[in-house]
């Protein structure tokens, strides 16, 4: 989303302090009004997403927009809001702001227009849900709802979690609020997976998908990514949340909500794992990266529609 930019270097953290600064501009933040911003998208962008997560020229549902089963997967209802503008400077409501040390936590999301339109005028609204002092480090809790610019009807409505390293310590609250399923968070049972999924990712994964709208330099040149601390770009966490949600819905159908904790990183040519297990109405997963045997996705769950019944592609 728009206005993570650093602006004016936030406040200087004091520990064991409180600064009512920060306090203040959080309180004001979360009663900010966004007025809308819009975001229109087609068939092409429908393919280029899912051309972004992985989607073969063989899946013609998926890249053929004269396929009679033509479709949106379910995880296209991160892109909207990534051109959302927040009512609030993220610099405002931490200490210490810096776009490098900003992680990308937890996300969640939920649909609620099915089936999804293969072309829409949407309109986002985003508001500050709350920001958690952890100490050395803040959790800012955003959501966005997508509505349809013509009717009103929602359409989207996500979460998203940013872990900001050394930004706390402002004195304010260390819990989070429970929100349901945008908390939840999902254990996978004590036996095998009912279902295992491996997909190797391509080298150009993450020159694909930043065509969806993230254009974080970090995925894609070298050198930047080595200021963040990585050796190499890595792949978008919304790029290999998308492969791990289109295993879910391949394979039980389509969901209401995905919610997904980011464990670790993914390089592109990396190879996914998702290990699935179907537990009544909800499919608990998590993902892990073949070459290293270390996870990239946990503690994460998706709510079917109607039990789930698996996808037509």
Request: hydrophobic letters at 35%.
């Given at each position: 989303m728009k206005n993570m930019q650093n602006r004016s270097g936030g406040s200087s953290k004091q520990e064991g302090k409180v600064d009512q600064r920060i306090l203040d501009n959080i309180e004001q933040a979360k009663k900010a009004k966004a007025e809308g911003n819009e975001f229109s998208y087609d068939d092409k962008d429908v393919i280029l997403y899912n051309l972004g997560v992985g989607a073969k020229r063989t899946e013609l549902p998926l890249l053929y927009e004269g396929s009679e089963n033509f479709q949106v997967l379910p995880t296209f209802g991160v892109i909207p809001s990534f051109s959302a503008t927040t009512p609030w400077n993220l610099d405002d409501v931490v200490s210490n702001f810096s776009p490098m040390m900003l992680l990308h936590g937890e996300q969640y999301?939920?649909?609620?227009?099915?089936?999804?339109?293969?072309?829409?005028?949407?309109?986002?609204?985003?508001?500050?849900?709350?920001?958690?002092?952890?100490?050395?480090?803040?959790?800012?809790?955003?959501g966005t709802t997508t509505k349809d610019a013509k009717t009103g009807e929602d359409v989207f409505y996500n979460e998203m979690s940013v872990f900001i390293r050394g930004s706390g310590g402002f004195g304010g609250s260390s819990k989070g609020t429970d929100r349901g399923a945008a908390t939840a968070v999902y254990k996978p049972p004590q036996?095998?997976?009912?279902?295992?999924?491996?997909?190797?990712?391509?080298?150009?994964?993450?020159?694909?998908?930043?065509?969806?709208?993230?254009?974080?330099?970090?995925?894609?040149?070298?050198e930047f990514s080595k200021i963040g601390g990585f050796?190499?770009?890595?792949?978008?966490?919304?790029?290999?949340?998308?492969?791990?949600?289109?295993?879910?819905?391949?394979?039980?159908?389509?969901?209401?909500?995905?919610?997904?904790?980011?464990?670790?990183?993914?390089?592109?040519?990396?190879?996914?794992?998702?290990e699935m297990w179907k537990e009544g109405g909800k499919v608990l997963f998590q993902t892990r990266v073949v070459e290293t045997g270390k996870l990239c996705i946990a503690g994460a769950g998706a709510e079917l529609v109607d039990g789930g019944k698996a996808a037509k592609l």
């Open positions: 999301l939920e649909i609620r227009k099915f089936p999804i339109p293969t072309s829409a005028k949407l309109v986002n609204y985003p508001k500050l849900i709350e920001v958690i002092d952890k100490g050395t480090a803040a959790i800012q809790i955003s036996r095998d997976p009912d279902v295992v999924v491996e997909e190797k990712t391509s080298e150009e994964q993450a020159a694909f998908y930043r065509l969806n709208g993230d254009r974080n330099p970090l995925h894609i040149d070298p050796k190499t770009p890595i792949l978008h966490g919304l790029c290999f949340f998308g492969i791990s949600g289109k295993h879910v819905y391949q394979r039980f159908g389509a969901f209401k909500n995905i919610k997904v904790r980011f464990a670790g990183t993914v390089l592109p040519g990396q190879t996914l794992r998702t």
